[in-house]
C-alpha cells in the first residue's frame, strides 16, 4: 500500500519560514518523480514544486522561485520543501505527490492530472 505522509506544517509570520517533509512508503521512490501542490480554501490545487527522480532537476511556479526549494533523499524515502520569505498568500494546504512518468518541466506535468499518488496535506497558515 502507497503512502504519502506530509510533515512541518503550521502557522508562521510574513517573513518566517517552514519546512515541509513527505515520506513514501510502498512504491519504488527513486523511479517516481515527486512534487508538490498547494490547495487555498475556494481554489484549485496548485503546482508549486516538481523535483526529478535523481533529484538533479527542479521545477519551480514562477511566484515560488527564489523563495522555496524542493529537495529529496532517495536513501530515505523522502521529499522536502524548504518556504522562505512567506507571504500570507501562501497559506494553503500543500500536498505532496508521486509521478512515475517523464513529463519534466512540460506543462502537464505542472497539473495534478499526471500523479499517481497523493498524500493527505499539511495545513500551511502565514499570519500578516
Known amino acids: 500500500q502507497v503512502q504519502l505522509v506530509e510533515t512541518g506544517g503550521g502557522l508562521v509570520q510574513t517573513g518566517g519560514s517552514l519546512r515541509l517533509s513527505c515520506a513514501a512508503s510502498g512504491l519504488p521512490f527513486g523511479s517516481y518523480a515527486m512534487a508538490w501542490f498547494r490547495q487555498a480554501p475556494g481554489k484549485e490545487r496548485e503546482f508549486v514544486a516538481r523535483?526529478?527522480?535523481?533529484?538533479?532537476?527542479?521545477y519551480y511556479a514562477d511566484s515560488m522561485k527564489g523563495r522555496f526549494t524542493i529537495s529529496r533523499d532517495n536513501a530515505k524515502n523522502t521529499v522536502d520543501l524548504q518556504m522562505n520569505s512567506l507571504k500570507p498568500e501562501d497559506t494553503a494546504v500543500y500536498y505532496c505527490?508521486?509521478?512515475?512518468?517523464?513529463?519534466?518541466?512540460?506543462?502537464?506535468?505542472?497539473?495534478?492530472?499526471?500523479?499517481?499518488?497523493w498524500g493527505q496535506g499539511t495545513q500551511v497558515t502565514v499570519s500578516s
Open positions: 523535483i526529478s527522480r535523481s533529484g538533479v532537476t527542479t
Open positions: 505527490a508521486a509521478d512515475d512518468s517523464n513529463w519534466g518541466s512540460t506543462a502537464y506535468a505542472r497539473t495534478p492530472s499526471p500523479y499517481d499518488y
